[in-house]
């Protein structure tokens, strides 16, 4: 280290000398403190770089493991739906079965409409033989026209009662006139009006209709019956 006094004794040359040395030094010093100026710099940089990536990679990582959380818990509520679901079902079905009728119940209905059924049938095939019975004994149509006004009874069950009425609507013994057609063995008088007071006591004796006994006095008394009707 230069003294003052060294100063003192030294030329005007070696000052400038000096100087200049110095110069050199300060310079060199301002060099590589700039140097490390920007490298410390350039480190902090680096690091401020660096730790914003990690601060980045951080707040990714943060978001896929939310993201992660979120359709995990999206999951989870959409298989607690489904399940919630399958249950609800699971009820509707339990109820419904319940509300349904047993093979037993279903099997008794179909006993009761059959039994229904075959009463209805029954109740028209009375009302059928009255009606048509009625027809006969008043003389309105004769034996060989009781097919027809059977189908023409059915017919007017069903909504068309045309050729019923054409039947029903005829003067009283228009068709078949209660009058004397002869005797029989015994020498009785056969009249239709004789025959149809047979068959009606036929009828009450045996608790039939009209049509039935009819049927059974023309079996039984065939002969009787010709002469009568001649069918």
Do not use: C
């Amino acid at each position: 280290m230069v003294t003052e006094s060294d100063l003192k004794g030294m030329s005007h040359e070696d000052l400038i000398e000096l100087a200049v040395q110095k110069d050199a030094m300060v310079r060199s010093l301002e060099a590589k403190i700039q140097e490390m100026t920007q490298e410390n710099e350039s480190k902090i940089a680096k690091n401020e770089e660096e730790e914003s990536q990690l601060a980045e990679h951080k707040d990714e990582e943060k978001m896929k493991e939310d993201d992660k959380e979120e359709k995990l818990a999206e999951k989870k509520d959409e298989e607690k739906m489904k399940e919630e679901d399958k249950e609800e079902k699971k009820k509707e079905h339990y109820k419904m079965s319940e509300s349904l009728p047993s093979v037993e119940l279903l099997s008794e209905i179909q006993a009761l409409r059959e039994q229904v059924q075959s009463l209805q049938k029954e109740k028209l095939d009375a009302e059928r033989r009255e009606a048509v019975g009625s027809l006969l004994r008043e003389g309105k149509v004769s034996p060989s026209e009781e097919n027809a006004v059977n189908k023409a009874f059915d017919l007017k069950v069903q909504g068309d009662d045309t050729f019923w009425n054409m039947f029903s609507e005829r003067p009283i013994n228009s068709v078949v006139p209660m009058t004397q057609i002869g005797h029989g063995a015994s020498g009785q008088e056969i009249t239709k009006e004789s025959i149809n007071q047979k068959i009606k006591e036929l009828a009450k004796d045996k608790g039939l209709t009209y049509s039935q006994a009819l049927s059974e006095f023309r079996s039984s008394n065939t002969q009787e019956y010709l002469k009568a009707y001649g069918v």
